[in-house]
């Protein structure tokens, strides 16, 4: 008899444990029940003939067979996407489905003018469209449920390197005090100014949130936070009606009237905003064509919003020097 062939989408299963920590993880997140991951991983253990899975509490742990099966298995599984990439780029067509998991700033700003160009240059490639935070759309991503993400990477805050995930850079969105145009906290010039001042601010333990709290502890004050909340647009909305005040991303009011007073922190700091795909997956058409319509549409918003920001006659804006 010969030697086992290990199944692919077993090994699949097996990282994702390796990833997510538990059975019933892996089991929501690819859509298995918890049964069916045990059978299928008690079968990869017995084409393996080593032990892959130990009982740890209610729970099982990998192995240190398990651990090196899991190393190949990302090798395996990225040249899988590698071959599934340029066998559609020889078939020269951007065409089929691609799903893509967004944040609201991006999907907002930059992704419906991606989706115009996408529509006339490749009229038959359909794009489904997630709204999903980084964090649990990297997930999604690894689990085959999209195709791409757009993430971000708030200064401070660097993100683990994915070895499984090819990133592409897309734009670094510059962030910056916004403040009502009148009232209380209009005539502020800085940052210190405003530890008095009402605050919206992104959700605690999030990246941008936790940044802006550290913003604020660097100036010597602890914000009064009276809105938590990733939509962006609502915090415009806020500062524009006077009720907070924010620290926002360029990217959060392009497009929109100057309602606002922007004042330039010292040290420019900005995310950086990148896409990412499935190791060896980035060579797809469809991939290409859609990141390709990303940064054109990001290269002019970014353009808009500098203008925007440099015209005199727009309204007020404050440089710190």
Request: hydrophobic content about 45%.
């Amino acid at each position: 008899m010969g030697p086992t062939v290990l199944d692919v989408q077993r090994l699949r299963l097996l990282r994702e444990l390796d990833r997510r920590g538990t059975i019933a993880a892996v089991a929501g997140a690819l859509n298995y029940s918890p049964s069916a991951v045990s059978q299928q991983l008690s079968q990869l253990q017995l084409e393996a003939g080593v032990p892959l899975l130990e009982k740890l509490g209610r729970g099982v742990t990998l192995t240190a067979a398990a651990r090196v099966l899991v190393e190949h298995a990302d090798v395996v599984l990225a040249q899988l996407e590698q071959a599934e990439a340029d066998l559609a780029a020889l078939a020269g067509e951007t065409v089929g489905t691609l799903r893509v998991a967004s944040f609201q700033t991006v999907l907002f700003t930059l992704v419906p003018d991606a989706l115009t160009l996408l529509t006339r240059e490749h009229p038959d490639l359909r794009v489904v469209l997630d709204h999903a935070e980084p964090e649990p759309a990297f997930k999604a991503l690894a689990a085959h449920q999209v195709d791409l993400v757009l993430g971000e990477e708030y200064p401070g805050f660097p993100l683990a390197r994915r070895a499984d995930v090819d990133e592409e850079d897309l734009v670094h969105d510059e962030l910056r005090l916004a403040v009502p145009l009148s009232g209380r906290w209009a005539g502020a010039q800085r940052l210190e100014d405003l530890a008095s001042a009402a605050w919206v601010l992104e959700p605690a333990g999030t990246d941008p949130g936790d940044w802006g709290v550290n913003r604020c502890r660097q100036a010597g004050f602890e914000p009064d936070t009276r809105v938590r909340t990733p939509d962006a647009l609502l915090h415009v909305h806020l500062v524009e009606t006077g009720h907070a005040v924010a620290l926002l991303p360029d990217l959060a009011r392009a497009g929109r009237e100057r309602a606002v007073r922007i004042v330039d922190l010292p040290d420019h700091p900005s995310r950086r905003l990148f896409t990412g795909v499935r190791r060896g997956s980035g060579g797809r058409p469809a991939v290409r064509a859609f990141r390709s319509a990303l940064r054109r549409v990001a290269v002019e918003v970014s353009r808009s919003v500098r203008a925007q920001r440099d015209d005199p006659g727009f309204g007020p804006v404050h440089r710190r020097s």
